[in-house]
């Protein structure tokens, strides 16, 4: 494995602060502030992969004369998957507010063995040659849904760079990832070592999209 991981708990940021709401019974009941904190995650993630990404020199006018500015030159394409990725995908959009969006439709289909396939049922994209892809899912658990996601988008252009957000992972989905593509970047507010045989990741934080939206009826 060759990509990077960056854990954003490892540092002194606000970050664990908002994981630790997420994660806390008594306070991830209030589906606003839970949808408020995956956004602020990833607001200060996309600041932070802001600084990889390419700039060019423009000149513009002020009312008192000209300055020379940096400026991104390339607007990445933030994709995410629907729809526990809304909220996230949102915090992004509010520092790159003028990239281009892919949504996908990944999601697990459970078996009655307790099995699970990750089906794909919609997606709409942009063009993706040469371009850097943010990607946002809340829970790396297995990586499953990720790297189907990722093979989807990479099947429509010759993605440049992949960067993969999220407010918590798990070891064993990081290296699914990495082994499926090793030149991928992960962000991350949090990792946690256990994943259970069901996929889930413990201690977690439960549902995200349930915890976001709404309980759901289909399993």
């Known amino acids: 494995m060759n990509g990077t991981v960056h854990n954003f708990s490892k540092q002194h940021s606000l970050v664990s602060n908002w994981v630790s709401e997420l994660r806390n019974v008594e306070v991830q009941g209030d589906r606003m502030r839970f949808r408020r904190n995956l956004e602020r995650i990833a607001e200060v993630i ?4 802001s600084k990889q990404l390419e700039t060019e020199e ?10 020379t500015c940096k400026v991104l030159k390339q607007q990445p394409v933030l994709a995410t998957i629907l729809r526990a990725g809304l909220a996230m995908h949102n915090g992004l959009l509010n520092f790159f ?16 063995d307790g099995s699970f396939e990750i089906s794909m049922e919609y997606m709409s994209c942009p063009e993706l040659d ?7 899912d ?5 990586g499953a849904s990720l790297v189907k996601s990722i093979q989807y988008l990479k099947a429509e252009g010759d993605i440049k760079e992949i960067h993969i957000v999220c407010a918590i992972a798990c070891s064993v989905g990081i290296e699914y990832v990495l082994r499926a593509e090793p030149k991928a970047t992960i962000w991350c507010g949090d990792i946690d070592e ?6 889930y990741i413990v201690p977690g934080l439960g549902d995200a999209g349930d915890l976001a939206y709404g309980a759901k009826m289909q399993s």
């Open 58 to 67: 423009k000149e513009i006018t002020t009312p008192m004369g000209t300055s």
């Open 194 to 199: 256990e994943l259970t045989a069901k996929g």
């Open 97 to 112: 507010d003028h990239a281009d969006n892919a949504f996908l439709s990944a999601y697990r289909k459970h078996h009655p």
């Open 46 to 49: 996309g600041y932070e992969i």
């Open 130 to 136: 040469g371009r850097v892809v943010i990607i946002s």
């Open 138 to 142: 809340p829970m790396l658990a297995t």
